[in-house]
């Protein structure tokens, strides 16, 4: 813990299921679609994470999606234990996908915390690839 009681820990996460729909598409090359994932956390961060995502398609081909260029945005009900406190909160995520790598920047909602992590406040940032998917989180507990 640092001075000023905030809290820095890390994670790995992998999608164990991920829904996507397109639900307006007004060019073959852009599309946006509503997503459900279910995410699993092991490390500093352990649990599952459930999503439900926006994301706006800047470009998109259907014979390589991992070619695409795309903003989006959603929330993230995390339930686990944070360095070993158990509860839930949920996380307000944005960020961008191009060149094969998600980034994304992530904030707590003020009072989404519970049990453990009640009052809980905190930022933190996420990169995902092909091969790995890190996130960093730093927070404080009243």
């Known amino acids: 813990m640092s001075s000023t009681g905030r809290v820095r820990v890390t994670a790995t996460f992998m999608p164990k299921s991920w829904d996507e729909k397109t639900y307006a ?35 998109y081909d259907e014979q390589d999606p991992h070619r695409a260029a795309a903003e989006y945005i959603g929330l993230i009900r995390f339930t686990g234990t944070l360095n070993g406190k158990g509860g839930d909160f949920v996380l307000e995520e944005k960020g961008a996908y191009g060149g094969g790598t998600a980034r994304s920047s992530l904030r707590i909602l003020p009072g989404s915390g519970t049990k453990a992590l009640a009052g809980i406040s905190g930022t933190g940032t996420t990169l995902a690839t092909a091969k790995t998917c890190q996130v960093e989180l730093e927070y404080v507990l009243p």
């Open 25 to 59: 598409q007004d060019s073959p090359g852009t599309k946006i679609t509503r997503s459900s994932v279910v995410y699993q956390y092991t490390g500093e961060m352990e649990g599952e994470g459930s999503a439900e995502c926006l994301m706006f398609y800047s470009s």
